[in-house]
């Protein structure tokens, strides 16, 4: 087995257009892993490997790969920095130990910096932070690193300096060894020199090189008291202290570089072995009841001696078949082993566990507590599904992801395509959760529901290229509701007497507005037998019956109260039926007179503003 000490699994997190996926070249470049670049402006990176990527040059989905640096493995997810994908972020989260959050050194903290720096302090993800881009018009490290401390109320740790800045940016100071990386304009990262600091920088250095002693030596109480002392901490000493702190999340080492000319990227891989945890070092994921959803007080300890716990984070459809990435917590799973799905209470066999490289495999033949694979061909298993011993069933901590905000109403151009429509879109959803589709009942509408514009265009230009389906896109029609505004007294008489047999049906009765979202309330004050009891829950079921359809437009009607005060009935013509239709042609005759109002939709949003803001 495999030292589990000697693991990092990390992501990278920052907004649209910082310079996550270059950093990731450069990583892979570095690493081995590839041995040329690609760049995201010419869509050849590795990890934009779709269509749709290539040519917008931002990233859409997570993507997943492996690399090693000094011995360790790093099991690196890229993920998106636009909005519309938060979701590709939130559950990438949810798998991983530490981070890597990138900055644009002239843009900043930008707007979706925020939200993934908030989803990962909610994750408990210790991070390093890498100000890139230093080489750009505008670049200010001192700037971002200001901005980290104000806006993101996070506690930069300072470990390099710039050289140079814009384009006259050549290299970093180190302030753990105090020296100077200077690379030459071949643009290849492995030509640097380590120089003694620049004398116009030696002071600077300095003052930073002692705010992060004193920041480190903190985590030590002998450590800070030698410090105090006089005595300056060792290395290895100072590098414990930068660990523990990094892990507490009580500082990030923050880094500053051009990934695009390759600058800064090695002390930036160093940082992930020195400083972020090893899978054993995070806090174990918590079990819980299946049915309530409760924690059950166990966790899923990192271990390959305990019983295998592993979650399921991503569902993808490829060319190969559908691949389901996991996060193995505890144990060890071999190829043929068969597993539980908690979720569903189902076993499947484990065919082939393949190690991606982006949208590359390799196959595999077991894996262990730590590893991030991907299995093939499992069947009934959805994003956020537990995955265990059959002997021993548990149920991770599940994820939960937001809810929809844009919709569209889509049809197919070839009217006899609505059935492989239908398929193509249902693995889309099992793909994407914040993807979602439904019927609307009221229009027989296929909508489509996701996080934004973009994220819905995405999903129909893959419908036609990947599934051959063409969709025609519409706006949804909106989803208005009816109501009243006044209270109205009445009486309505459904009478049918021709001979024989004959319906009778007299109501005196009461409407008025409901409280808001009370939908329909019926009630009876009816003193003595004017009414039989037996007829009021027809004379209800009638009532209630007409909410379906509004006076005004169609649309349902909401917050209606109708109280039955008296009426008339015949011994023999009066029956459940004759009372029914009565209080469907009392809806009629009283709504147009209540002072009905149509309803427009409203949604409940969360804002979050710095407070300097409010």
């Known amino acids: 087995m495999a030292d589990l000490s000697h693991y990092r699994n990390i992501g990278i997190f920052a907004h649209v257009d910082a310079g996550k996926t270059t950093t990731t070249e450069r990583i892979l470049k570095l690493t081995g892993k590839i041995h040329k670049t690609g760049e995201v402006h010419d869509g050849e990176s590795t990890t934009d490997f779709m269509e749709q990527e290539a040519e917008r040059g931002i ?70 932070i890498f100000v890139n881009k230093l080489d750009r018009m505008g670049a200010d490290f001192y700037r971002v690193v200001g ?117 800064g990227i090695q002390l ?83 065919g082939r566990m393949v190690e991606m490289h982006a949208d590359e495999r390799t196959e595999l033949q077991s894996a262990q507590a730590g590893d991030i694979l991907a299995v093939v061909g499992m069947k009934n298993v959805q994003t956020g599904h537990t995955l265990c011993d059959p002997k021993n069933p548990c ?35 099992a793909e994407d959760p914040s993807f979602q589709v439904e019927t609307d009942e009221d229009s027989g509408e296929t909508i489509l529901k996701g996080m934004g514009e973009l994220h819905l265009d995405i999903k129909v230009d893959i419908l036609k290229r990947t599934y051959g389906v063409e969709l025609e896109v519409g706006q949804p029609q909106v989803a208005y509701r009816e109501t009243i505004t006044t209270p109205v007294e009445d009486s309505y008489t459904h009478k049918k007497q021709s001979g024989g047999s004959g319906q009778f049906g007299k109501i005196d009765y009461r409407i008025k507005p409901g409280e808001q979202n009370s939908g329909f309330k019926f009630t009876s004050t009816v003193v003595g037998g004017n009414v039989p009891k037996e007829f009021f829950p027809a004379i209800e079921k009638g009532f209630k019956s007409m909410m379906d359809q509004g006076v005004l437009a169609g649309y349902p009607v909401l917050d209606v109260e109708v109280e039955l005060f008296d009426g ?43 407070e300097d803001n409010v």
């Open 395 to 429: 149920t991770l901590e599940p994820m939960i992801f937001p809810e929809p905000v844009i919709s569209i109403a889509v049809k197919p151009k070839d009217k006899g395509a609505n059935e492989k429509m239908s398929i193509a879109i249902g693995k889309l959803v």
């Open 568 to 610: 008339g009935f015949h011994a023999v013509d009066s029956s459940a039926i004759a009372f029914e239709i009565a209080a469907k042609g009392a809806f009629r005759q009283s709504i147009p007179k209540a002072g009905p109002q149509l309803l427009e939709p409203i949604m409940k949003v969360d804002v979050f503003s710095p």
């Open 59 to 128: 990233t859409i989905q997570s993507a997943a790969t492996t690399c090693f640096w000094k011995d360790h493995r790093m099991n690196i997810i890229d993920t998106p920095g636009h909005v519309d994908f938060t979701v590709e972020v939130y559950r990438s989260l949810k798998v991983l130990d530490g981070g890597i959050g990138v900055f644009c050194g002239s843009g900043g903290v930008e707007p979706q910096s925020e939200t993934n720096w908030r989803y990962a302090n909610e994750s408990e993800v210790a991070r390093v």
């Open 147 to 263: 901005q980290v401390k104000r806006v993101l109320a996070a506690n930069p740790l300072v470990m390099t300096l710039p050289i140079g800045i814009e384009d006259e940016f050549k290299g970093v100071v180190n302030l753990l060894d105090m020296k100077a990386y200077i690379w030459d304009d071949s643009g290849l990262p492995e030509n640097y020199e380590v120089v003694d600091i620049p004398e116009d920088m030696v002071e600077k250095a300095q003052e930073y090189r002692e705010q992060l002693v004193e920041t480190a030596v903190e985590q030590d109480d002998d450590l800070m008291m030698a410090y105090m002392d006089g005595e300056e901490p060792s290395l290895e000493d100072l590098k414990r202290c930068i660990r523990k702190g990094t892990r507490d999340m009580s500082f990030f080492p923050t880094y500053c570089g051009s990934a695009f000319k390759n600058k």
């Open 268 to 350: 930036v891989l160093d940082a992930v072995v020195d400083f972020l945890p090893s899978p054993t070092e995070v806090d174990p994921q918590e079990l819980t009841d299946e049915e309530t959803g409760e924690p059950t007080g166990e966790v899923a300890t990192v271990s390959t001696e305990e019983p295998f716990r592993a979650l399921a984070f991503k569902i993808m459809d490829d060319r190969f078949g559908a691949l389901t990435f996991i996060r193995i917590y505890s144990g060890v799973l071999n190829k043929g082993d068969t597993v539980l799905n908690s979720a569903t209470g189902k076993t499947e066999r484990i």
